[in-house]
């Protein structure tokens, strides 16, 4: 599970950080999680260091589903999101308290196996061509498979399958 990082704003709806806005430090798609910058943390009392207690600070994930919401810029309120596509055929993100675009992070183009960017990508000698896409190599009958291998190999049947009896 590789993070992505991001950067955009989330209000917290659990916990005592319910209300707060925060910055995403990064998501972990496979969970559904995201971690908010200092908020949702959980603190641990540690062996004591030179006399001292020593408090540790831990950021918990939370749901990006149900636990937060994205904060619209317009107006700092948080907002549902519905994806709708522009007059260019572009895919976008849009408020839908504000009917605003919500412009995805950077980090969102990136693949987590090298971290290059989608818009980088060209087609290359090892890539497959149109015409061999679009070339039909099955044609479907309603044949068993193995009458489907015998007119093939171009066998003739003439045995008579015996009866059976369902019950």
């Avoid at 910055?23 to 496979?30: S, T």
């Avoid at 589903?65 to 007059?87: C, F, G, H, M, Q």
């Avoid at 087609?123 to 007119?151: A, C, H, M, Y």
Wanted: hydrophobic share 30%.
């Amino acid at each position: 599970m590789e993070p992505m990082s991001s950067d955009f704003i989330v209000q917290v709806l659990i916990g005592k950080d319910k209300g707060r806005h925060g910055l995403v430090n990064f998501i972990i798609k496979e969970r559904n999680w995201c971690y908010v910058e200092g908020l949702n943390c959980e603190y641990k009392l540690e062996e004591e260091f030179e006399g001292q207690p020593l408090l540790k600070k831990t950021e918990k994930p939370l749901l990006v589903t149900s636990e937060v919401r994205l904060v619209d810029p317009a107006d700092n309120e948080p907002t549902d999101i519905e994806w709708k596509y522009t007059e260019d055929g572009k895919k976008v993100r849009v408020s839908v308290r504000s009917g605003r675009i919500l412009p995805l992070p950077a980090a969102a183009e990136d693949y987590y196996d090298d971290f290059t960017q989608i818009s980088s990508y060209k087609d290359g000698d090892k890539d497959t061509n149109k015409e061999e896409l679009q070339r039909v190599t099955f044609q479907p009958s309603l044949k068993s498979f193995e009458e489907d291998i015998f007119d093939q190999m171009g066998i003739k049947e003439d045995r008579k399958p015996g009866k059976t009896y369902w019950y």
